[in-house]
């Protein structure tokens, strides 16, 4: 049972370029969530899904875009980085009848 | 709307010395709270969760906090702290699937 996992876990963007942050879980959770953490700072929800299928929007949507066509991925894409998204990205989980969210070890993303 | 304040941004505290970190909330219902310790470089671990039930929640790493609804807080004690310690600390509260965050306090141990 490895939780959830994250990959990277360190990466290095041009402005402009475009990549794709992996997140999977094998704990059968229906919820999965996208934060980032700027220094210093909390956390803001990128995007969250509540299921295979379904997504929406956190605090801090612009300049993503979520999929999740299973239960176990919910990957997150960057399309035209710029430096405002250097930070360090947490991908976490929950099971319907928890309330603990369970995180990944983070993808640490800079854009110059 | 649903809120988490940590008021303090960074706390210094001698080894051996007790440690209250402070959190107040703001949610309409009965709220799920949490306290999370991230690590310097690490992701987040749950230190401890209130549902319902006793006030006093005891977590890992000889954690606990209390839950006082007249003062909508739930403060995080440890009797002792080690250097081990020394981390970011934040307090979360459920609001419909979703964790709202408090900023963090940034815990200093003093040896």
């Known amino acids: 049972n490895a939780g959830v996992t994250q990959t990277p876990k360190f990466r290095i963007l041009k402005i402009g370029q475009s990549m794709t942050l992996q997140c999977t879980q094998d704990?059968?959770?229906?919820?999965m969530y996208w934060y980032r953490q700027d220094p210093g700072m909390g956390l803001k929800l990128i995007y969250y899904?509540?299921?295979?299928?379904?997504?929406d929007k956190g605090e801090v949507p612009n300049g993503y875009n979520v999929s999740r066509s299973t239960t176990e991925d919910f990957p997150l894409r960057l399309e035209l980085a710029a430096p405002s998204q250097t930070s360090v990205y947490f991908c976490?989980?929950?099971?319907?009848?928890?309330?603990?969210?369970?995180f990944g070890p983070g993808t640490r993303l800079t854009v110059l | 709307a649903q809120s988490v304040t940590q008021p303090d941004i960074h706390i210094t505290v001698s080894e051996g010395a007790s440690l209250e970190l402070r959190c107040n909330y703001s949610?309409?219902?009965?709220?799920?709270l949490f306290w999370y310790v991230q690590s310097p470089g690490q992701g987040l671990q749950l230190l401890l969760k209130?549902?319902?039930?006793d006030t006093l929640v005891q977590g890992i790493k000889g954690f606990e906090a209390e839950f006082k609804r007249s003062q909508s807080s739930f403060n995080l004690r440890k009797p002792s702290v080690h250097w081990s310690d020394a981390a970011e600390y934040f307090c979360a509260v459920d609001s419909n699937y979703q964790l709202i965050w408090g900023a963090g306090t940034k815990l200093i141990i003093k040896p």
């Open positions: 899904s509540v299921g295979a299928g379904i997504t």
């Open positions: 949610y309409g219902a009965t709220p799920y």
């Open positions: 976490a989980s929950r099971g319907t009848s928890e309330n603990e969210q369970f």
């Open positions: 704990m059968n959770h229906n919820y």
């Open positions: 209130y549902f319902s039930g």
